[in-house]
């Protein structure tokens, strides 16, 4: 097959599969990931909290350097799956972030989980040699995708397509030199926008096109347990429990772009167990059996981190009145960072 053919047949395949769009560009295309970020860190002051951004972009350090950790790899082949297509239980929204509610990267339910695996088959019968990270994804996913012409970055630091920024991106390398871009016409950002920036309950957008991770909540409440205790963030972490989506939801080019026509395999039968209240009340097990597999960023280990979370957003979004037998129940949790966390949010309320 010629090198044309097989990548149409890829991208052809990636959309009958329901992906809404796939490009393939040569992996030198893909220079110039460094010193974006490190313009980016340059640009940031000294401090304990640079010291947490830097730490995050080196456990990337590779995807800087991609030749020569995959030699073997010519092409980078990015596809787009819009996940704004499923209902979300109305006690998850302001609570977890959409995109962990509908989260397919281990899912092997999902359909976009199996999109993916059907992708990968396809490829490799066609003679390609692929890898991929399903979790973190082996390369700079939104710098590929930007490379490749698949949509625009926005000064909230999310890429876009025509179906918003509610997407979700995954690559592969491959061993053949394969080239399918595209020129993407969407409107940049207008220049007085700063709705995304505003809307960061933490100051994580720290100027446009860049998020800090040490301010960002899904750095501190899902990929971590935070000890909130007099955390000065701890206010600003409102209702949120897992995720936060405020820079995505305050984007006009968001606005109605998510249409809720699917149900997300199991999303509503584990929802209603997830009021904040119930939270601080889950068992142990159940958590560790239903949660941490869906969540991951949460291992069974860290299982105390939802009832802390909860706690604090219990604090910051009921009436004391509302929660307060939830939080002295929890001074007898098993977990000391949950009694901590009670004893701590009960201080507030006296
Ligand atoms: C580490 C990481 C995080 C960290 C750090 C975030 C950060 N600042 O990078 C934390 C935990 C904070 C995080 C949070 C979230 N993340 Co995250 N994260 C990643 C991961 C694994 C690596 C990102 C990385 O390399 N960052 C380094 C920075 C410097 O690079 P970058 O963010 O990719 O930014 C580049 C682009 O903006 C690009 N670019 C794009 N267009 C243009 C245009 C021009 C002109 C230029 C110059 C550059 C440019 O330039 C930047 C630098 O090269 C990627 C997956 C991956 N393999 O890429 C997912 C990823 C970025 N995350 C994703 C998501 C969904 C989230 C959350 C929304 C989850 C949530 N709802 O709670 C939040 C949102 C935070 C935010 N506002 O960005 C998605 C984003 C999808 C999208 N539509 O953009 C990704 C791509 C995962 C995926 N498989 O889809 N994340
Ligand atoms: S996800 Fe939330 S905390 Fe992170 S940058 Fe966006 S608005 Fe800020
Ligand atoms: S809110 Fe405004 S500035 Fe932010 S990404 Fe959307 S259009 Fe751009």
Redesign the pocket.
Known sequence: MSKNRLAEGIQSQALALGFEKLALIPLPRLNG?GS??DR?LDALPEGQAKSVDKA??E??AA?RRLSEVYPWAKTAIIAVMNYGVYRIPSNLIGKI????CVDC?KDAQSQGYKASLALEEFMIANGLRVETERK????????AA?RAGLG??RK?????TQSG?W????AWLGDQELELTENVELKPCPKDCDLCLKACPTG??AEP?????SL????LN??RPSDWVNHPLAKAAGEWIY???M??GACPFNRNKWREDEEFPGLAELSQNLGLGQIVDLDYAWIRANLAPKFWYAPPENAFQWKVNALNALKNSWPPSEWRLYAQRALKDESPEVRRMAAWVLSLAD
């Open positions: 990931f974006e970020v980016r995050v972009f456990r990337f995807f972030g959409r995109v962990f990267r973190y994804g082996l390369l700079p996913l939104r710098w930007y625009r970055g909230n630091n999310f890429f876009y920024s997407i979700h991106l995954e994580a957008l096109y860049l998020t800090r991770p960002c909540l899904t750095f899902a990929t995720g936060c989506d820079c995505q």
